[in-house]
């Protein structure tokens, strides 16, 4: 009912679709309300890295890779699929922040990806989520001896716990760049988020090779912001997800409930916003659909732009909209931790805001439009 698999040919190839079906059966005993909840008072990143390492052994962690790397060589969008998985399951594994996010970026740089030993973060922002803008860059590196002297500091950094690996945006001699710096030589401080997830601020005052610098000037923020914009549709995917199940939750819920001697599922307002619910997820997963098969093919820079802050806008505003929804026709039990709605709603609420919510992703799509329609 809410599957991408019917709504992008993507899904329906049979070398994806049996990597979907591997995913689902990992899922069923790694993941789920029970698991994350185990997990939601962790003070260090040994659950991420154990996720991550169960990502690696089901080969997801290199399924994007070109072959040449001895990755599978997906097309980007199976991301997206795989997003919708790890939310329909409630997954704690970093997907998303340690695997899609530095994987893309490494590619775009024409970087070699990590080591099956090495996890990657991406270190970018500095303030409030903004714009790429390489006049605000105040993390800068400078000559020291035989190397450089990388200062300054990183908020809202997702994935640091668990990373060996930053990949870091800064100015060197004026120009922005991705530097490489090794996770143990920052300090990190970290800030528990309402799903029980943690992002980190980071401090930086490191010494690095030259070699560590692995792009500058407009080929770093090119590569960065398309790598921003993978993410963004990977997360898009993951709100799929979530919002699916929440709204399957609940239709569960008014079946089985009763009220005045008949279920919920009786009275006719109930059907009214559910069936509005259910129109919005499926709009979500008809768009999600299109943006999977569009990157099985290359798009042009301001296209896969489009697509993403679409996408985003879109997911974000129906899964905050069938959360709430599914909270209040659910009664009082629907925000508690004991009660598994509320770990997915939770981290909905997570999710949407990161690299953008809905409103900026909104205002982007309609500054990006004509300009995209053109490419």
């Not at 029970?34 to 962790?42: D, G, I, T």
């Not at 989520?129 to 590196?141: K, P, V």
């Not at 199940?245 to 079946?255: G, H, K």
Request: with cysteine; glycine share 8%.
């Amino acid at each position: 009912m809410f599957s991408l698999k019917e709504a992008s040919s993507v899904a329906r190839e049979p070398e994806i679709a049996a990597a979907i079906e591997a995913v689902d059966r990992y899922l069923l005993s790694a993941s789920g309300p029970q698991h994350f909840r185990r997990a939601l008072n962790s003070t260090n990143g040994e659950a991420e890295v154990a996720a991550y390492r169960g990502l690696a052994d089901l080969g997801l962690t290199s399924a994007m890779l070109p072959e040449s790397q001895g990755g599978t060589g997906f097309a980007p969008g199976v991301a997206v699929l795989i997003g919708e998985r790890l939310g329909w399951s409630l997954a704690r594994e970093p997907f998303i922040e340690n695997v899609v996010f530095p994987s893309t970026l490494l590619q775009a740089l024409g970087a070699a990806a990590s080591g099956e030993k090495e996890i990657a973060c991406v270190a970018w922002q500095e303030g409030a989520f903004a714009t790429l803008d390489a006049d605000a860059i105040r993390t800068r590196a400078t000559v020291e001896g035989a190397g450089l002297r990388l200062r300054g500091a990183k908020r809202f950094v997702m994935g640091a716990r668990a990373s060996t690996r930053m990949l870091v945006l800064a100015s060197v001699d004026g120009t922005p760049a991705i530097v490489s710096v090794a996770s143990a030589d920052a300090k990190l401080k970290d800030k528990r988020l309402a799903d029980g997830t943690a992002w980190s601020d980071v401090e930086l005052d490191v010494f690095v090779e030259p070699s560590a610098v692995l792009a500058r000037g407009d080929k770093a923020l090119r590569a960065l912001t398309h790598a921003l914009d993978l993410t963004n549709l990977a997360i898009a995917g993951v709100l799929h997800g979530l919002q699916s199940r929440i709204l399957s939750m609940t239709l569960d819920y008014l079946v089985t409930r009763e009220q005045f001697g008949k279920p919920l599922a009786a009275f006719q307002s109930l059907q009214h916003r559910a069936v509005d619910l259910y129109n919005h997820a499926q709009i979500a997963r008809f768009l999600l659909g299109e943006a999977v098969d569009a990157l099985g093919h290359a798009v042009p820079a301001l296209t896969l732009a489009a697509y993403a802050s679409r996408a985003k806008a879109r997911t974000a505003d129906s899964a905050a909209r069938i959360a709430k929804e599914g909270i209040q026709m659910h009664g009082a039990i629907g925000f508690s931790d004991e009660y598994d709605l509320g770990l997915y709603v939770k981290r909905v609420l997570v999710l949407s805001a990161w690299l953008g919510g809905a409103a900026w992703h909104r205002r982007r799509y309609a500054a990006l439009e004509p300009s995209a329609a053109e490419a």
